[in-house]
């Protein structure tokens, strides 16, 4: 299985300063059709997750453009340019290149 | 709008048996993988099983040959058929869509207790 590993798990943040995290796989993500599957998620308390970003850097429908992800093969990351309120919550990286479908452990933001 | 609305949680018994459904909007649903995501409480997202489009399914290990993923295209309609009920099993229970896991569900709650 391909395990993924997100730093930090904890991440006390300022509103209006950047964030970032990092993820980790044991493997490859470049799926054999060429894309690789390395998502982020966003979830709040008492919410479901919601996708912010897939294939590594493509910001889903809705999603602010203070939100951007980088990377490849790997090591990737999601960084925030000015963390706003309303993003506290916890942030799941999620490979779904290779089955098992594999998530980070989260990343908890918290002002 | 997409939408995936999930029905069927509640209380098992440890052994016993329950069925969710996943009751898909708004998108041309044959042409989709779905998928069942878990979240145990307070603890992280954990996946359980996929279906592709074409019908071929994938499951985790730790529900392997216990849980059954399946699909009726003609009412736009996911299932996740839950046998031999374990206390771990305990979860929320979120139906998802594609590879990338672009929408999910408001999830259902599967209590396994005796």
């Known amino acids: 299985d391909i395990v993924m590993t997100q730093t930090p798990l904890s991440s006390p943040v300022t509103l209006g300063q950047p964030a970032s995290i990092s993820c980790r796989s044991s493997?490859?993500?470049?799926?054999?059709?060429?894309?690789?599957?390395l998502s982020w998620l966003h979830q709040r308390p008492g919410q479901p997750p919601r996708l912010l970003i897939h294939k590594i850097s493509n910001r889903f429908s809705g999603v602010p453009d203070r939100f951007s992800g980088s990377g490849a093969g790997t090591d990737f990351t999601l960084k925030i340019t000015r963390v706003e309120a309303e993003d506290v919550g916890v942030y799941y990286c999620m490979q779904g290149t290779q089955f098992p479908w594999t998530f980070g452990q989260g990343t908890k933001v918290e002002i | 709008e997409v939408q995936l609305l999930e029905s069927g949680g509640g209380l098992g018994q440890p052994g016993g048996s329950l069925r969710l459904s996943c009751a898909a909007s708004?998108?041309?649903?044959?042409?989709?993988?779905m998928s069942w995501v878990r979240q145990a409480p307070g603890k992280g997202l954990e996946w359980v099983s996929t279906?592709?489009?074409?019908?071929?399914?994938f499951y985790s290990d730790s529900v392997r040959g216990r849980f059954t993923i399946s699909r009726d295209n003609s009412k736009n309609i996911l299932y996740l058929h839950m046998n031999s009920l374990r206390a771990e099993d305990t979860a929320v229970y979120y139906c998802t869509r594609s590879r990338v896991v672009d929408s999910w569900g408001q999830g259902a709650l599967v209590t396994v207790s005796s």
């Open positions: 708004a998108f041309t649903f044959t042409t989709y993988a």
């Open positions: 279906i592709g489009a074409g019908g071929s399914e």
């Open positions: 493997q490859s993500l470049v799926h054999n059709d060429g894309n690789t599957y």
